[in-house]
């Protein structure tokens, strides 16, 4: 899958072909706008070319469109995926911070996972606390900040655990069977998906971290709804 800030080579085989064969190439990009790049043919016109530049992350659609022996329009899409450096968004924790909090190489996946667990954390915990905030809106407070970070490295964890990818699609985790004394529970460990999923359960590791001493109530005051 190409990424932005590659630079790609379209190509069209034409089969038949001639000397009255041209093939013309329109790029339609995610934002709407279009190039049409200029192609050149190989021999008589059997292979057509034309460069593409991938400037922006979503599906790009290229359309060929063949005149004379050969004549026929052809349609593509390309998915394009941001650069490795693309910003991920708002994260409580760094992957330092998971690397420590593991006290292991954290997965490569660690900054989606942290952004993902902070936006998670954020509509189902934090907005119900009261803690105060820098210029930035982050916990101004070392100690409180320093628990958020934890609570967002602790869903990370979980989730990466448990092979979860995203807070929006289904997963695979699941148990089978579990016997707690006289209670025999069981459940299909096919993939799981929408409230009942884990990428969308609090991990119980976070509670833990918000129950830190260090978070005294003028510091930082969780919401009843969230009592435990």
């Keep these: 899958m190409p990424e932005v800030g590659d630079l790609a080579t379209a190509t069209l085989t034409v089969d038949p072909f001639d000397g009255t064969t041209a093939a013309t190439l329109l790029v339609t990009r995610p934002d709407g706008t279009t190039v049409s790049p200029v192609v050149t043919g190989s021999g008589a016109g059997e292979t057509w070319s034309g460069p593409v530049s991938y400037t922006l992350a979503g599906v790009w659609r290229l359309k060929w469109t063949v005149t004379g022996t050969g004549a026929s329009v052809e349609g593509q899409q390309v998915a394009v995926a941001p650069a490795p450096d693309a910003a991920l968004g708002r994260s409580y924790a760094t992957s330092t911070d998971l690397a420590n909090f593991l006290r292991a190489a954290p ?87 929408g409230a009942d999923s884990p990428a969308q359960q609090i991990a119980p590791g976070v509670w833990d971290e918000l129950k830190n001493p260090n978070l005294s109530q003028d510091k930082f005051v969780m919401g009843a709804v969230f009592s435990c």
């Design 107 to 193: 997965p490569v996946t660690a900054d989606t996972l942290l952004a993902d667990a902070t936006t998670l954390l954020d509509a189902r915990v934090f907005f119900a606390c009261w803690y105060e905030v820098d210029d930035n809106g982050l916990p101004s407070d070392v100690f409180v900040a320093a628990a958020f970070a934890r609570a967002v490295c602790a869903q990370a964890q979980w989730w990466d655990d448990l092979g979860v990818s995203s807070t929006s699609g289904a997963d695979s985790a699941g148990w089978g069977s579990v016997k707690i004394g006289s209670v025999q529970l069981s459940r299909s460990v096919t993939s799981v998906s």
